[in-house]
């Protein structure tokens, strides 16, 4: 069976079927186009799944991609090579069940020009499996750059009937910023790359390699600095963040639900194989600097979140209070920590997911996101106010759900660490995030489903349900068997 599993098949299977959508020879039929889509996504989440059942941990799934027996850029020992280990593993799935769930969601949420909205989607999805799975620094820079041009497109792109009209200026926004920290990013790596060959006389771009040799602390210091930008802008560290919002209110609800649930973790995912793998030494120092940007992250815009009046703000500003959770686990510098941020990776994915899918419904319905103009929702959508309840329940923490399990392990990671007394202080005052999200979310809840309010809307259609429903279940399953996935995340370390 393992012969059949094959991770270029895995990455670049959604972008040879977005280059069939985008042919003039495909069907511009809307009924045919989305079902096409979502049987590819079905297919591709089946697929990772059948990878995950195979996955051995002593033995990572690798491959590598030559071309006429060269490799890709063989003068400059670059190679196109790929490698999954437990946590690539994890973020793949993940990465699929997100993309599965936005494929459905689209159906009420894009109304015109579905050949290039699921093409851009699929070519999106590709460029993210790339970047978890890439083992050569110069392939992830590839991806991580490849996924600016679908997400331009789906941010700004015209594809409901009421688009909004600041998407296009969000679109521009988010790629300035991210092309910003993509300068840093190459800078990084370029130095990286130079110092290498300097010290060994080989060219090589790989993971392995770069490993394989110590690095100096300063010269590690300024190339960990350089990384920090490029990957703070998409995780987003207070100050980089202004570009968030703004994408996630603007852009359709699919969309929304991608940013939140997979773009950012890019991020994370970056400062933890470039940061903290290969440049240790220097996020030692600089892990309780992080660790207050993370304090930040945290507290900060959870005050701003429950200040919003947007429902699709509050949950924007809530993913930003939620990655300093995870940027505080990586500081740790501990298991627990990382276990702990892959974990919370997985389970805010879910959360968000959900709730942007909550917040399209509601708009679809209602026209509005003003939390101040709705109301009454809970008794004219029940099955649409039971999944909102469970949410935003396991949004706050409450037992049985993941994000439970993750906030309190990065607590632990935090106050167990080795490191600075600061980043102990960090987790001691991060547990306000606990109740201040209970305040933000809970204002989420009643203020828009409580009370009472005009209008008939008819509940959550067929396919509404089994995204919510599919998401529930996950946040539940990974609540009460969190095993599954920490085992994974602690496989490689």
Same mark, same amino acid.
């Given at each position: ?34 079902? *096409? ?7 591709? *989440? ?11 941990? #002593? ?14 850029? %063989? &003068? ?19 990465? &699929? ?22 093409? =851009? ?45 600041? $998407? ?13 920290? &993509? ?36 010269? %590690? ?16 560290? +207070?100050?980089? /963040? ?5 994408? /996630? ?8 639900? +991608? ?19 290969? =440049? ?13 940007? $993370?304090?930040?992250n945290i507290i900060y815009t959870a005050f701003v979140a429950y200040s919003q009046t947007d429902i699709k703000r509050i949950v924007a500003y809530s993913s930003i209070s939620n990655m300093g959770l995870i940027l505080l686990g990586l500081c740790a510098l501990n298991q627990i ?15 968000? #997911? ?30 649409? *106010? ?17 994000? *439970? ?35 933000? =979310? ?49 496989? %490689? =370390?």
């Amino acid at each position: 069976m393992e012969k059949f599993l094959s991770i270029p098949f895995l990455i670049f299977l959604p972008m040879l079927a977005s280059f069939v959508l985008m042919s003039p020879f495909f069907t511009r039929n809307e009924i045919i186009v989305r079902r *096409f889509t979502k049987g590819l996504c079905g297919f591709h *989440f089946l697929y990772s799944l059948l990878m995950l059942a195979f996955f051995d941990k #002593a033995n990572p799934y690798t491959d590598k991609i030559s071309f006429f027996g060269l490799d890709w850029i %063989q &003068s400059i020992g670059v190679t196109f090579s790929f490698n999954l280990d437990g946590i690539g593993m994890i973020l793949v799935v993940l990465t &699929s069940f997100i993309f599965l769930m936005a494929s459905i969601s689209s159906k009420l949420n894009i109304r015109k020009n579905h050949k290039f909205y699921y093409s =851009m989607l699929l070519l999106l999805m590709s460029s993210i499996l790339g970047i978890f799975a890439a083992s050569d620094m110069f392939v992830f820079f590839m991806f991580w750059e490849l996924e600016l041009i679908p997400a331009y497109f789906l941010i700004g792109g015209d594809f409901s009937i009421e688009p909004h009209p600041e $998407a296009k200026k969000s679109a521009v926004k988010f790629v300035l910023f991210t092309f910003f920290g &993509s300068m840093f990013m190459l800078l990084g790596m370029l130095l990286l790359h130079y110092y290498n060959y300097v010290m060994t006389g080989v060219l090589s771009a790989s993971f392995t390699d770069i490993f394989a040799n110590p690095i100096p602390n300063s010269i %590690q210091l300024l190339i960990a600095v350089c990384f920090l930008i490029g990957f703070g802008v998409k995780l987003p560290i +207070i100050p980089l /963040h202004t570009w968030l919002p703004d994408a /996630h209110t603007n852009a359709p609800t699919p969309v929304s639900i +991608i940013l939140a649930g997979i773009l950012l973790k890019t991020g994370a995912y970056g400062i933890l194989r470039f940061n903290y793998e290969i =440049m240790y030494d220097s996020f030692v120092t600089i892990a309780p600097v992080l660790a207050v940007f $993370a304090l930040i992250n945290i507290i900060y815009t959870a005050f701003v979140a429950y200040s919003q009046t947007d429902i699709k703000r509050i949950v924007a500003y809530s993913s930003i209070s939620n990655m300093g959770l995870i940027l505080l686990g990586l500081c740790a510098l501990n298991q627990i920590g990382i276990s702990a941020s892959v974990f919370h990776m997985v389970a805010h994915a879910l959360v968000t #997911a959900g709730l942007f899918m909550i917040c399209g419904i509601v708009y679809l319905r209602c026209k509005t996101r003003d939390i101040n103009s709705l109301g009454g929702i809970a008794i004219q959508m029940p099955r649409l *106010f039971g999944f909102a309840a469970l949410i935003v329940l396991a949004s706050i923490g409450v037992p049985l759900f993941a994000p *439970f399990i993750s906030e309190i392990l990065t607590i632990m990671g935090a106050l167990f660490s080795e490191a600075e007394t600061v980043i102990k202080f960090a987790a001691v005052f991060s547990l306000p995030l606990l109740i201040l999200s209970s305040c933000y =979310m809970l204002k989420f809840l009643h203020c828009a489903f409580m009370g009472e309010g005009e209008g008939n809307y008819n509940d959550i259609s067929v396919h509404e349900f089994v995204v919510l429903a599919s998401i529930t279940a996950g946040l539940i399953i990974f609540g009460i068997f969190p095993s599954v996935l920490l085992n994974l995340a602690g496989g %490689q =370390m």
